[in-house]
């Protein structure tokens, strides 16, 4: 299995590796003050991310000019006479080639069409200036004043087929002062926005590292399983199949637990030929966990930015297997034979 190595600055015991760092590009369409912030937040030594292009379909952007003179790649291609599809292609080839990741969007004036959204699922951020999921779309400003609201803001969000509707991973509210219009209101958000934006993208591409975020994972897809419940045991959360007595467990999330390093899970198999063979096949995934290995347990590291969670989800699904109830494995074997 292919692994990325870990995407910042990793603190394991007193050293620090520097690896590598998250590749994004920047589309724009005027302007470019948050594309100013992202680059010069992206000069900071421990900002994860690096931008590989600022594009636009606006070649007179003047977010083009600077990122120019700072030596960042730009591109630019004209969307005038041309069909979505077509345009947006060039752009998806354009960052390809520059070799990015993620597509940030900071004011791109373009809605994109179903086919290139998709094909950057969980790639593609956006900022928005409202507190999403209030006011999508234009004139948000003077909309949050009309509307009597006491505080506007701005949102970073996934961007999903949806105008402004995917999750929202941060906001910043900023107060709406009695005097204020949608000009001098839009003057203090945005810069609201020169702080959300960098620092909500450098923990989107930093969240496989993230301890909470991985646990969510887990949680979801254990929780998921028939009959589940989460219970800690000696202090890490732990999830259990049956019942509230006689339930058993069938994984452990650990984190620096049990006397192990770093962020694993550790499910059952089906015995010692089970776990020589997954320690065979995958050394650098795989791993026997201290006091559980003996009873049957195998740990799988997760604190890789490359986490294959639809096998985690197997891996669960098969632990439990092993320890539910049979009055619950028994339907779904019947459930399988049909
Ligand atoms: C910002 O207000 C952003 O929220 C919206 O477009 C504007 C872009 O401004 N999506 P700039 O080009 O980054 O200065």
Known sequence: MARRK?????????????????????????RGSNMAALLYASKLPDCPYEITLVASNNPHAKGLELAKAEGVETFAHDHKGMNREEHDMIMHDAVIKSGADYIILAGYMRILSDAFVQKW????????PSLLPKYKGLHTHKRAIEAGDDYAGCSVHLVTTELDDGEVLGQTKVKILP????????????YAEHQLYPATIAAYVTRHQNPDWILDQVRKRALALEETLERPSFGTPAWRVGNEKS???????????????????????SGSDEQEALLDADPELYFLPKFYGKSGWIAVRLDHDSTD???????????????????????????NEF
């Open 6 to 30: 870990l995407g910042v600055v990793k603190a394991i015991g007193a050293a620090h590796i520097m690896a590598d760092k998250a590749k994004i590009a920047v589309l724009i369409s005027g």
């Open 121 to 128: 699922v969980d790639k593609m951020l956006n900022i928005h």
């Open 179 to 190: 005097d204020d219009d949608a000009d001098s209101l839009a003057e203090r958000i945005i």
């Open 247 to 269: 339930g058993k467990y069938f994984a452990y999330f650990s984190h620096r637990h049990f006397g192990e390093n770093g962020i694993s899970v550790f499910v059952k198999t």
């Open 309 to 335: 969670w639809d096998h985690i989800e197997a891996m669960l699904a098969k632990s439990w297997r092993i320890v539910a109830p049979k009055r619950l494995t028994k339907l779904i074997d019947i459930a």
